[in-house]
């Protein structure tokens, strides 16, 4: 008997020890985020990829409005990232028993492209709302709390802003701006180089 929970400590232990090293292998990417490659790519031909992706999962409507060609300057992975963890997100946040509902909507707003993406879930408490991309923290059950800090690095890392709207009860929406790659550089315009 003595023998059996010694293994069966030993086995929880070893699970324990596996779950820690994944915790800091995360926190360890996230702190060694490889530097951005971006390159000039369209944003919706990426959207409407990624939403086709999730729109075959049962039980949810994930769509996409505003198909336009909307150029961009960011790293493709970088992009694929976000929208992922925003897709996935908004369809965690529905819960059980209601029909999900994601809406990715791309605008073009001069200097700024803007992805919204839309749920019909819970809402963010307000207890929430403050700590939302700050990293280690999570409303779920599992995963590191790393997501969306995630995707505020990497969409500042492209010069571009991210923030939220929420009503509880009713659904969340965050808003992804990136600069238009028709938008001036003002960079280009201060640096004595360029003619």
Known sequence: DAKERLDRLSKGLVDQIEALSHIADEF??????????????DLSEVVRRAVS???QQP????????EQTLTVHIDPEHLLRILNNLIKNALQAVPVGREGRVEVVLKDQGEEVVMEVH?????????????????NFTTKSSGMGL????????????????WFETATGKGTSFFVALPSKHAPDTFAQDDPLVQ
């Open 53 to 55: 992706l999730y729109a």
């Open 28 to 41: 360890t990417h996230f702190a060694q985020m490889p530097p951005a490659q971006p390159v000039d790519l």
């Open 147 to 162: 997501g969306l800090s995630m995707v505020h690095r990497m969409v500042e890392n492209a010069g571009g802003r991210v």
């Open 59 to 66: 039980g949810t409507s994930v769509s996409l409005e505003g």
């Open 119 to 135: 749920d019909n879930g819970e809402g963010i408490s307000e207890g929430s709302r403050e700590r939302i991309f700050t990293p």
